[in-house]
């Protein structure tokens, strides 16, 4: 079991208010992905349901029970760091059984945890070396592994993935989906990447300076968005907004429409702008039109679409897929 309960919990350093009172309720297995800029409390937050840092008011419950006086190493917690933070000195083996071996626990379970988790993470042939030995993804499987071997109730990952470069981010992210299914352990997991976050959870928090924003699966915060600031931050490239007045539209403060949802044409459509700039991505292209009725707007196209700067083309958003938000960013129905 491992099931994790936050209520109203508020962290302040001095007289900075970090956490402004955070309420989540975390099922057993499920793989909760905390997103947001950069200073929004997802660190703060995390330090908090490890006990690393005390909440200031509130309470973190595991298991359904009260864990604000059970110190870090008893709360059945492993967490991951993005430094690996290994012993330069011990090989992987005693790297990952160390915790274990300091714990008290019998050699012979040590050992039978260490091969398992090895045997999960690929990474038997390296079981003697030292970190220093090994490549960067390397050596987060075996932080992975080190967390592996306590068997937690709760995994706790913080922005694992940001010191490996782009396409080993995707190797280890498929490995933590994997592990996370395989195990059908709880998992929260830190990430400033909209891309991480979506492509990993269950369910997403946004955090926007110290408060949540949103909570859902990846697909409702992508079609559903509650307000401006969430509809900004998922999605890449990010939504279009638009000055409702500029439009001509009443009551509305805000049009939001994402850059898929727009489609060119060279003779006619609802917007008329020269194209700023294209980028070719492979697979798709982004076009930066400067529209006399919008402004500039960005426009991703499936496929490679032709076109010089400086060239006219029409723009039609998809009525179906535009968002309307009030005065106070707050999509409207
Ligand atoms: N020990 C501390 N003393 C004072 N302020 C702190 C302390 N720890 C964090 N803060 C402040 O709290 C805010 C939230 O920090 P936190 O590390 O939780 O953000 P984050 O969302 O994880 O950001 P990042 O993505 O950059 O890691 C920041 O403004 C930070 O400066």
Redesign the pocket.
């Known amino acids: 079991m491992g099931t994790l309960k936050l209520e109203n919990i508020r962290k302040s350093?001095?007289s900075?208010d970090?956490?402004k009172g955070i309420d989540l309720d975390v099922k057993d297995g499920e793989l909760v992905v905390?997103v947001?800029?950069?200073?929004?409390?997802?660190?703060?937050?995390?330090?908090v349901i490890a006990g690393l840092?005390d909440a200031t008011s509130g309470e973190v419950l595991i298991d359904d029970e009260a864990a604000g006086h059970i110190p870090p190493a008893k709360r059945g917690i492993a967490m991951v760091f993005q430094t690996y933070a290994l012993y330069p000195h011990l090989t992987v083996r005693d790297n990952m059984g160390l915790g274990l071996k300091q714990a008290g626990t019998p050699a012979a379970e040590i050992v039978s945890r260490v091969a398992k988790a090895s045997a999960m993470l690929s990474l038997d042939d390296y079981l003697a070396r030292r970190p220093a030995e090994l490549s960067g993804g390397q050596r987060q499987r075996v932080a992975i592994g080190r967390a592996l071997v306590r068997e937690p109730k709760l995994f706790l990952f913080?922005?694992p993935l940001s010191n490996l470069d782009a396409a080993l981010r995707v190797n280890t992210r498929l490995e933590i989906a994997k592990l996370h299914r395989d195990l059908n352990a709880t998992m929260i997991y830190?990430t400033?990447d909209q891309v991480e976050a979506m492509t990993l959870a269950d369910k997403i928090v946004v955090?926007n300076n110290?408060r949540i924003e949103q909570i859902g699966a990846p697909m409702e915060l992508y079609n559903s968005p509650a307000n401006l600031f969430v509809a900004g931050f998922i999605g890449s490239p990010k939504m279009n907004f638009v000055d409702a007045e500029r439009l001509g539209h009443d009551g509305v403060k805000t049009i939001g429409v994402r850059p898929e949802h727009i489609t060119v044409d060279p003779k006619s459509g609802t917007w008329s702008g020269t194209v700023m700039h294209a980028e070719h991505l492979g697979a798709d292209t982004n076009l930066y039109l400067d529209s006399k009725e919008a402004g500039l707007v960005t426009i991703r196209l499936f496929g490679e679409y032709k076109v010089e700067p400086g060239a006219v083309l029409y723009a039609t958003p998809d009525p179906a897929k535009t968002y309307h938000f009030d005065a106070a960013g707050k999509v409207m129905a």
């Open positions: 350093f001095g900075v970090v956490l905390f947001g800029p950069s200073g929004c409390g997802k660190s703060t937050l995390l330090r840092e913080d922005e830190v400033h955090l110290g």
